[in-house]
C-alpha cells in the first residue's frame, strides 16, 4: 500500500482544488485501527470481483470524502502492480519482508512530506478539518480517522529522512503521474 504522501499527491493531482473531506477521504482507509481482517475488508480485497465491487462503490460515491475513499482504493491496487513490475524489490510475505518495506515506505513519506511544498499546510488543514463531509462507513470511525491524520502528521514532521533507494523520487513521481492519469480515466469512464 502506498503511505500517506503518495496518497496525497495523487489526489493533489487528480484534483489540485479539491475539498478538504477528499484529501481526507484520501487516506480514511489505512486509518482503520481494527485487526488486519477488518482493513482487508475495507479495501474490498475479499470482494469475488475487486474492479466490479470498486465501481459500485465509485457510483455510489456521492460526496467529496466517499470519493477520496475511491481514490484511495484506486491507488493502492495501482501501486501493487506497478511495484511488480518496475522494482527490483519483490512483494513477499513474512515479518522479515514486511519490517524492510515499512522502512522503505517510512523514507518515502518522510522525503516526500519534507520536499513538498503543500504538505504542511494541507496536513493542518485536515488536523482542523470539522468533518462536515464525513460520511459513516462500516469500518471507519471519524475518530479512528482524525487519530491517525494527526499521528501521522506528528511523525512527518519529527522525522526528516533521506530518499528511498528503492523507491527513489522519480519512482514516486511517475507512479503518482500514473496513477492520477488512470484514475481520472477510469473514473470519467465509470458510467459508460
Keep these: 500500500m502506498p503511505v500517506s504522501m503518495i496518497h496525497l499527491s495523487v489526489a493533489k493531482k487528480v484534483n489540485p482544488d479539491a475539498s478538504i473531506d477528499f ?18 475488508k475495507v479495501h474490498l480485497y475479499d470482494a469475488p470481483d475487486w474492479e466490479d465491487a470498486l465501481r459500485k462503490f465509485a457510483l455510489k460515491a456521492n460526496n467529496d470524502y466517499l470519493k477520496g475513499i475511491v481514490l484511495h482504493l484506486f491507488a493502492d491496487k495501482k501501486f501493487h502492480a506497478f511495484w511488480n513490475e518496475n522494482t527490483p524489490f519483490p512483494f513477499r510475505e513474512g515479518k522479515e519482508f514486511w519490517e524492510k518495506y515499512m522502512e522503505q515506505n517510512r523514507k518515502i513519506d518522510s522525503y516526500a512530506y519534507h520536499n513538498t511544498e503543500w504538505a504542511y499546510t494541507l496536513y493542518k488543514k485536515m488536523e482542523n478539518w470539522d468533518y462536515s463531509g464525513y460520511i459513516e462507513t462500516e469500518f471507519i470511525t471519524k475518530d479512528d480517522v482524525k487519530l491517525s491524520i494527526k ?40 458510467n459508460s
Design 23 to 40: 484529501y481526507v477521504g484520501t487516506l480514511a482507509p489505512d486509518a482503520i485501527q481494527k485487526p488486519y481482517e477488518i482493513k482487508h
Design 151 to 190: 499521528g501521522q502528521h506528528k511523525w512527518l514532521m519529527e522525522n526528516k529522512l533521506d530518499s528511498s533507494p528503492v523507491f527513489p523520487p522519480s519512482f514516486v513521481e511517475k507512479l503518482v503521474d500514473d496513477t492520477a492519469e488512470d484514475f481520472n480515466k477510469w473514473f470519467s469512464n465509470l
